[in-house]
């Protein structure tokens, strides 16, 4: 049985009890692993209370805990960080939640090591004795990696074609590349309310019935979007279009930067167009999006994989997106509509004024997106990262 080690980037815990991208996907091949997979599978995580508590459910999995707030490892973190500051030298063996990891695969010989976020190069460094074929690197952004990492790592997995492409482009050697398709809880998201609850939603929210209503759902930063969104929205003279914001946004007292001002501003004076809910915790995010008739995705970046794009599906909502990375791979042209990043919020508009005067192409959009959403489920991710992991090993 081969022995697989999977690295954590030393934030957040894995089980994903204090939430994390990342760290929910690869919970979800904690919950699908079965010993009869032909590999046995290690978790390399950040000790957490609960996370310890959650990781009981999953009896067949290993997991090795770092304890990266000890005197100990806090003292050696300082070595570190006071040696970078000092000489420029970067002892990454001191490095905290590394550090605990290196005796471990030291003593314990992995046929691969599989690096999920953090600090790449520390694991380069922790991993003497390991060839370059057993060191995988999983690329979850658009990430353009220096020669130290391509030459470090033999395999790379990439959550896109457009990760992968971009990926290889900068490779000034061979590195064996693949796609492995990001994945979501579907059921947390496909789940149906009454139609009763959607009107008591609204009215929760300050909706009216008629109002036709726009849905974003992530942080409010610049490369999501979000004021070319609430541009697009407040350009429509129809006062009935709505703006409905999932995430946190930072209105206190003081906003720091210019990009933000403007969020603030046009929020104040826009109350009744845009409506902000503040953080939702995502198992009850369904219900808030059950208010919408669409959501936006409008990234002003190449996005390796937004997750939100298949939550919305899940959800059954259409969508409009822009054509960035590896988007255009997860959704389908009956599921979204693809606008151009240039024009931005005119492209918006005109996509917003389309869809809310087409309800019959929202419905079919919608009875697509659930049928595209399926492709992503967790059980299908998990066959297809068991399929990845015997293809590195060669099987």
Not at 88 to 105: D, F, M, S
Not at 168 to 193: G, Y
Request: hydrophobic share 40%; net charge positive; with cysteine.
């Amino acid at each position: 049985m081969y022995n697989i080690g999977i690295i954590m980037g030393g934030v957040m815990p894995v089980p994903a009890v204090c939430g994390g991208a990342i760290e929910t996907l690869i919970e979800s091949v904690v919950k699908q692993y079965a010993k009869n997979d032909k590999f046995r599978l290690t978790i390399f995580s950040v000790y957490h209370k609960k996370a310890v508590e959650a990781a009981k459910r999953y009896p067949d999995v290993r997991f090795v805990w770092t304890h990266t707030n000890t005197f100990w490892n806090l003292s050696k973190h300082a070595v570190f960080m006071a040696v970078r500051q000092l000489t420029g030298k970067t002892i990454r063996v001191l490095q905290r939640h590394y550090n605990e990891i290196a005796p471990v695969i030291q003593s314990e010989k992995f046929d691969l090591l599989i690096v999920e976020g953090g600090d790449e190069k520390a694991v380069l460094d922790i991993a003497k004795g390991y060839k370059r074929e057993q060191l995988v690197f999983h690329a979850h952004v658009h990430f353009v990696p220096k020669e130290e990492t391509v030459n470090g790592y033999g395999h790379m997995i990439g959550v896109s074609e457009f990760v992968v492409r971009e990926y290889e482009k900068a490779c000034q050697m061979p590195v064996h590349t693949h796609l492995l398709k990001n994945a979501i809880d579907t059921s947390k998201f496909n789940k149906t309310i009454s139609t009763e609850d959607r009107k008591d939603m609204r009215i929760k929210l300050g909706l009216r019935e008629d109002d036709f209503v726009v849905l974003f759902v992530g942080r409010l930063i610049q490369l999501k979007g979000i004021l070319e969104l609430m541009q697009a929205v407040l350009s429509i003279q129809d006062k009935r279009v709505k703006l409905l914001v999932i995430g946190s946004a930072n209105f206190g007292k003081w906003a720091f930067s210019s990009y933000e001002r403007k969020i603030k501003r046009l929020s104040r004076q826009n109350r009744d167009r845009i409506i902000f809910t503040g953080y939702v915790d995502n198992g009850e995010v369904y219900r808030y999006a059950s208010a919408a008739d669409v959501q936006c995705v409008p990234t002003l970046v190449e996005e390796a994989a937004g997750l939100v794009l298949l939550e919305a599906m899940a959800g059954g909502l259409p969508l409009i997106a822009t054509k960035s990375g590896g988007v255009v791979e997860y959704v389908e042209k009956d599921t979204a509509l693809l606008i151009e990043r240039e024009n931005l919020v005119e492209n918006l508009k005109i996509a917003i004024l389309y869809l809310k005067e087409h309800p019959d192409v929202r419905k079919h959009m919608s009875d697509r997106s659930k049928i595209q959403s399926k492709k992503f489920d967790e059980a299908v991710y998990y066959q297809n990262f068991a399929e990845t992991i015997q293809d590195i090993l060669g099987e």
